[in-house]
């Protein structure tokens, strides 16, 4: 159940300019000059459409993958105002997508929408960074396990290649709020969305599963006991670069 390697993925949003490849940078240097220390983690940075080419371009590194938040589902070109596709993000640059955060499922996105954004970046051989998590409304009456069943069992399919998506649970009520929830009951979940995923989707292995939500420099060191976290998706601390170091350097401290 448990995996080895650790991802730390960093979800700008919609933060971020052209001068901000100054954190990338320094994330960068910190890899190289903590080699030891990488060796089993994974970092990725999932930036704003308009920075994924101006970045790639730049950045030449063993330890960074970059990747984007969202697309739009339509395969090919189309009549789709504002919106980019999967094929177009995977040409900027993109190995990896964040889909289903709950911003995007609050602005209107169903688990049906989503399921054909994940086929879609697949088919275009991106590494797919689903989100799911309960609301508060939903965590007060009892709901988590039925919502995170529903959310897995709606976007995904039996068919889907695995062994690129990564689920990432992340309780609504811990985005941005400074709340993260009770270790005891997050290992529960965690073991929860493994245990079930493998079931409803018929597969061999556990996925692997992040957890997201509040996570910063200070508290990372609460989640180190919890050897079924597979890693950890990171909001407003991964727009620091001394932040984000700091949550892969205290993590396991
Ligand atoms: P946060 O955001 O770390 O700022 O809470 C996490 C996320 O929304 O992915």
């Not at 640059?93 to 989503?114: C, D, M, P, T, V």
Request: aromatic share 12%.
């Amino acid at each position: 159940m448990t995996n080895k390697l650790k991802y730390f993925i960093g979800n700008w949003k919609m933060f971020g300019d052209f001068g901000d490849f100054k954190i990338i940078h320094k994330i960068n240097r910190f890899g190289y000059e903590s080699r030891k220390l990488l060796k089993k983690k994974k970092i990725i940075l999932c930036v704003p459409n308009t920075l994924i080419h101006f970045f790639k371009k730049k950045l030449e590194s063993k330890f960074i993958s970059l990747g984007v938040q969202n697309c739009h589902y339509h395969e090919g070109y189309g009549p789709f105002t504002g919106s980019v596709n999967a094929a177009m993000l995977k040409k900027a640059g993109a190995e990896y997508i964040i889909l289903g955060h709950s911003e995007n499922r609050l602005e209107g996105e169903s688990n049906k929408l989503i399921k054909k954004k994940i086929i879609s970046s697949l088919n275009q051989k991106l590494n797919v960074v689903f989100c799911i998590g309960e609301t508060l409304y939903e965590k007060k009456r009892n709901k988590t396990f039925s919502v995170l069943r529903k959310q897995i069992k709606s976007s995904l399919k039996k068919n889907f290649n695995m062994n690129k998506i990564i689920i990432a649970y992340e309780p609504v009520w811990s985005i941005g709020t400074n709340k993260i929830p009770k270790m005891n009951e997050l290992k529960n979940i965690i073991k929860f969305i493994k245990n079930d995923f493998k079931k409803i989707l018929k597969t061999k292995k556990y996925p692997k599963v992040l957890y997201g939500g509040s996570v910063n420099d200070i508290n990372i060191r609460l989640f180190s006991p919890i050897s079924e976290i597979d890693g950890f998706l990171i909001g407003g601390a991964s727009q620091s670069s001394k932040k984000f170091i700091d949550i892969v350097r205290n993590y396991y401290k």
